[in-house]
């Protein structure tokens, strides 16, 4: 049954008031944390939010391994922590205790509340339990044959001698897997109307995602303009849900979307609202970090002469564990997410500190990633780091950890070393100018988009 408008502007408010929720201070005493800047609330969100990779590097410097920085709404302490050792307390942490889904609240209008990414305890659980079947290696497996076809298709457009932001074609190749993969939609029409509408989606302005605290200015034109879209997103989720839920060969589907329905029986069946956060919630987590990781690849291999070579034979002679080891010192280098946060709820220890109700905690991804005692001349690009082995446990962390690490990792090595393959067997790479990054959404990307030249 398609649902109606007057449901579909019920469900979307709701998801909107997620992000007013403010964690309170409950007459906890917050006044013993870990030294941290003095400035204004809202100064210190900005700068965490958008100013990041200039912002927490200067904390560190400043404060230490471990400090506080306080953020809006409330204000709501953060304490972050930048050794391994660290990490591995909080990815260990009891997750009764550390809640990983109020850590990530600001993503609720977006996500929803049955996202994975805001679950927690048993509903974490049970929604992990659905969505894993999806992910474990035999479907990987399944899918990587889809994955080289979407590539192949992608690099068949391009010409030699051709410029372009690498950032955005990558975009285009990982979105086109996941709505084929996890979606399974193959209808152009419909395809049409996804790609645009979840591109605005992924192009949030930071200053939104802060803005969600506030009721007030969601009466603004950016914020309204941010929920009609998203309407228009839910629109053709549903529309999908509904008409996928009726198809005849819906036993012998293997996508995503498919298997979940399939999955729950009885009270364990998913309903249509939280197939929607799922599938949202896999979209976006699994479609842009994966093109931001290849992307920064292809640029860092373009400045490479001697790594290009050495890639591309891989490609020829089918050695993936060295395009696997590029997109893991990609990731390492330019990290896409910059810390993964938990809410306390009760009093823990870390780090030998002494931690009250109630704050946020998180380990930082950017400061774990460039520590010269984790990984010599952290500044450099070296494959070679993840040849054979990994790197000391809690040193490399892009997909978290504990039994909160990203659901789609594997997916994401797997999509990321097919789609260099594909590239690099018929194109040479150069880079184009100067790179950093910047923030977009909650995300870190290229600022000019990791521009190259293929040939």
């Given at each position: 049954?398609?649902?109606t408008?007057?449901?579909l502007?019920?469900l979307?408010?709701?998801?909107?008031e997620?992000?007013?929720?403010?964690?309170?201070r409950k007459?906890?005493?917050?006044?013993?944390?870990?030294?941290?800047?003095?400035?204004?609330?809202?100064?210190?969100?900005?700068?965490?939010v958008?100013?990041?990779?200039?912002?927490v590097?200067?904390l560190?410097?400043k404060?230490?391994?471990?400090?506080?920085?306080?953020?809006?709404?409330?204000p709501?302490?953060l304490?972050?922590?930048?050794?391994?050792?660290?990490?591995r307390?909080?990815?260990?942490?009891?997750?009764?205790?550390f809640?990983?889904g109020?850590?990530?609240?600001?993503?609720g209008?977006?996500?929803?509340?049955?996202?994975?990414l805001l679950q927690?305890?048993?509903e974490?659980?049970?929604?992990?339990r659905?969505?894993?079947?999806?992910f474990?290696?035999?479907?990987?497996?399944?899918y990587?044959d889809?994955?080289?076809?979407?590539?192949r298709d992608?690099?068949?457009t391009w010409?030699?001698?051709?410029?372009f932001r690498?950032?955005?074609?990558?975009?285009?190749?990982?979105l086109?897997?996941i709505?084929?993969?996890?979606f399974?939609?193959?209808d152009?029409?419909?395809?049409?109307?996804?790609r645009?509408?979840?591109q605005?989606?992924?192009?949030?302005?930071?200053?939104l995602?802060?803005?969600?605290?506030?009721p007030?200015?969601?009466r603004l034109?950016?914020w309204q303009?941010?929920e009609?879209?998203?309407?228009?997103l839910?629109?053709?989720?549903?529309?999908?849900?509904a008409e996928r839920r009726e198809?005849?060969?819906?036993?012998?589907?293997?996508?995503?979307?498919?298997?979940l329905?399939r999955?729950?029986?009885?009270?364990?069946?998913?309903?249509?609202?939280e197939?929607?956060?799922q599938l949202?919630?896999?979209l976006?987590?699994?479609?842009e970090t994966?093109a931001t990781?290849l992307?920064?690849s292809?640029?860092?291999?373009?400045?490479?002469?001697?790594?290009?070579?050495?890639?591309?034979a891989?490609a020829?002679?089918?050695?993936?564990?060295w395009?696997?080891?590029?997109?893991?010192?990609s990731?390492?280098?330019?990290p896409?997410i910059?810390?993964?946060v938990?809410?306390l709820?009760?009093?823990?220890?870390?780090?030998?500190?002494d931690?009250?109700?109630g704050?946020?905690?998180?380990t930082s991804?950017l400061?774990?990633h460039?520590?010269?005692?984790?990984?010599?001349?952290?500044l450099?690009f070296?494959?070679?780091?993840?040849?054979?082995?990994?790197p000391?446990?809690?040193?490399?962390?892009?997909?978290?950890?504990g039994?909160?690490?990203?659901?789609?990792?594997?997916f994401?090595l797997?999509?990321g070393t097919?789609?260099?393959?594909?590239?690099?067997?018929?194109?040479?790479v150069?880079?184009?100018?100067d790179?950093?990054p910047?923030?977009?959404?909650i995300?870190?990307?290229?600022?000019?988009?990791a521009?190259?030249?293929?040939g």
């Open positions: 049954m398609t649902i408008d007057e449901e502007d019920r979307s408010a709701a998801r909107f997620l992000a007013s929720g403010s964690a309170g007459n906890h005493d917050w006044s013993r944390l870990p030294d941290g800047p003095g400035w204004p609330v809202v100064a210190q969100s900005i700068g965490l958008r100013y990041r990779h200039r912002f590097p200067w560190h410097r404060y230490g391994d471990v400090f506080t920085v306080r953020l809006v709404p409330g709501r302490p304490v972050l922590f930048t050794k391994p050792e660290h990490s307390e909080i990815f260990a942490g009891d997750p009764e205790i809640h990983a109020k850590g990530n609240s600001i993503l209008p977006i996500m929803g509340e049955h996202s994975l927690d305890s048993g974490h659980k049970r929604a992990r659905l969505l894993m079947p999806a474990n290696g035999h479907a990987l497996r399944g990587q889809l994955v080289t076809e979407v590539a992608e690099v068949a010409r030699s001698g051709e410029e690498a950032l955005d074609r990558m975009n285009a190749l990982t086109e897997v709505l084929r993969v996890v399974g939609v193959a152009e029409q419909r395809l049409a109307a996804l645009p509408t979840v605005k989606i992924v192009d949030i302005n930071p200053a995602l802060l803005g969600w605290a506030f007030r200015l969601r034109r950016p303009r941010l009609e879209n998203q309407r228009r839910d629109r053709l989720m549903y529309d999908e849900i198809v005849p060969d819906l036993a012998e589907r293997t996508d995503v979307l498919s298997q329905i999955s729950g029986e009885g009270e364990d069946a998913l309903t249509d609202t197939l929607r956060d949202v919630t896999l976006l987590a699994g479609h994966t990781a992307a920064w292809l640029y860092e291999l373009g400045r490479s002469p001697a790594l290009l070579d050495r890639s591309r891989a020829r002679d089918g050695d993936d564990a395009l696997e080891a590029v997109l893991k010192e990731m390492r280098l330019h896409v910059p810390m993964v938990r809410q709820m009760a009093p823990v220890t870390i780090g030998g500190i931690l009250p109700t704050i946020f905690v998180g991804i400061i774990a460039a520590r010269e005692d984790n990984h010599a001349d952290p450099e070296r494959p070679e780091r993840f040849l054979d082995h990994n000391p446990a809690n040193t490399w962390i892009p997909f978290g950890g039994v909160r690490r990203c659901i789609g990792a594997g994401s797997m999509e097919a789609a260099l393959r594909e590239i690099l067997k018929e194109y040479a150069t880079a184009v100018g790179e950093q910047k923030v977009r959404n995300t870190s990307v290229p600022e000019k988009g521009r190259i030249r293929v």
